[in-house]
């Protein structure tokens, strides 16, 4: 199978350079309209798209990014490989402004957002107890440590509804008693999505703030965020564009079964399953339906 890498681009990474063949293209789900249109072209030989989270322009919220209109997007088009770069808030005061986070493990605190593909007339269940895969965030890492980024392997992120920053009692819940390293608002559902999808996928948290529990850096200022978003966004893109050399263009079946997610999980049986929900599900699940 061909590698597709797909790059789901967070608060400030709106773009990416240097494709060969660059498009922009409107892509269209029986989920709604993904976030914006698609970036689709070839660097150092390997399929790319790139998929910016909240729009050209940031129009959509954490709230209303369109979760699976944009997995499914990304499948619909070939994608096997997810790479998501987001901002994200510090619990920890080695991850300073500025490091990168290889995050492996989330807490979802999100709630008002659709978080499945599957439903009433096709119930499936899959497994998230390690919802990233190790593969994709390795190379990630070996990007980023090439780039010259100080980035840190492993981290637990705290998915918040947002859009308001966290209150100081949360702040410190979530670092002192639940033991998150990072905060943001969008990784989740887009990593469930993706496993229902059978995607592999990776989160890289650039941290452009220590969240409100710092006694030295009190509120979360998004003028402060913007400033060290733009030195970020740099960063993020000559980490990107390491990836396909690292990946290459041939996508072996992932040792983590990431891409069989759904072997096993669909409940309903075949005779009682929905026709309507079986067609949207045509590029998410189409290998087991
Ligand atoms: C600009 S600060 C808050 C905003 O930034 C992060 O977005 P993303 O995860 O897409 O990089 C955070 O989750 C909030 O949406
Ligand atoms: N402190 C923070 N909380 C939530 N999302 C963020 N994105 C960037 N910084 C953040």
């Avoid at 070839?42 to 399929?47: A, F, R």
């Avoid at 990072?182 to 887009?190: H, K, S």
Wanted: charged share 20%; aromatic share 6%.
């Amino acid at each position: 199978m061909d590698t597709v890498i797909g790059v789901i681009g967070g608060s400030g990474l709106y773009e990416i350079d240097g494709l060969e063949n660059a498009a922009w293209t409107a892509v269209e789900t029986p989920w709604g309209t993904p976030s914006d249109e698609i970036l689709t072209g070839t660097l150092d030989g390997v399929k790319m798209a790139f998929l910016p989270r909240h729009g050209r322009g940031h129009v959509h919220s954490p709230t209303t990014v369109p979760y699976r209109a944009n997995i499914d997007a990304l499948k619909r088009i070939g994608v096997t490989d997810v790479i998501s770069v987001s901002a994200c808030g510090s619990f920890r005061e080695d991850m300073a402004p500025g490091h990168f986070v290889v995050v492996d493990q989330f807490i979802d605190r999100t709630f008002a957002r659709e978080k499945s593909f599957f439903g009433t007339g096709c119930v499936a269940h899959v497994s998230v107890a390690h919802p990233t895969c190790p593969r994709l965030g390795e190379a990630c890492l070996e990007a980023a440590t090439a780039q010259g980024i100080t980035v840190h392997n492993g981290g637990t992120y705290l998915a918040m509804e947002g859009p308001q920053f966290s209150s100081l009692a949360e702040s410190k819940m979530y670092r002192e008693q639940w033991g998150c390293d990072v905060i943001g608002m969008t990784n989740m559902p887009e990593a469930k999505l993706a496993r229902e999808a059978e995607l592999c996928y990776a989160s890289v948290a650039m941290v452009t703030d220590y969240d409100s529990w710092h006694p030295d850096h009190g509120e979360v200022d998004v003028m402060d965020i913007i400033q060290t978003l733009s030195g970020n966004s740099t960063n993020a893109r000559g980490m990107v564009a390491r990836l396909p050399a690292l990946l290459g263009t041939e996508r072996p079946p992932c040792l983590h079964g990431c891409d069989r997610a759904l072997e096993y999980a669909i409940m309903t049986a075949p005779e009682k399953r929905d026709p309507a929900l079986l067609a949207r599900l045509d590029a998410v699940a189409g290998r087991v339906i």
